[in-house]
């Protein structure tokens, strides 16, 4: 009997450590690169970044994640809220969408800037506590960057881990 119920709770918590569960903590690793337009003209970065993700209910996390734009003058911090929904249509294929707001702080003169956007994709788990996504972002620039209302398009790669 007691084998029994400690089978059932080792069970019991393996089922809850699911990658996309309510109360799930996930942590991501963002290693990149970019180029910006600035006033000497193009710059290349190296972004290095974290974020954090919270499943506040099954499939659906908020977030705050951070990104360091360095190597180029001015350097970019910026600060995103990020809110994604994982389609539970597969355990091992799970597609999703997203929406985010974006802080881009800027030193040396330049202004700061806001943007907003939308992201699709699609995250492969790996294990239940680790997935790698691919997508693509759509991201809108208010005013303070280029003087009018632009957009970039730009393809999103995520690892991610869970605990």
Partial sequence: MKKLLLGLLLLGGVSHAELFQQG???????VG????LTREGTQNYTIVGV???????????VGLGYMGWFGGTPTLNQ?????TYYIPLDEKFRPYLGAFMRETYISEGYDDYESYGAKAGVAISFSKKSYLGIGVVQEFYGSGKYGDESSSTYPEIIFAFSF
């Fill in 51 to 61: 974020s954090a993700d919270y499943f506040i209910v099954d499939d659906l996390s």
């Fill in 24 to 30: 799930n903590v996930g942590m991501g690793i963002i």
């Fill in 79 to 83: 600060v995103t809220l990020p809110i």
């Fill in 33 to 36: 690169n970019g180029s910006s």
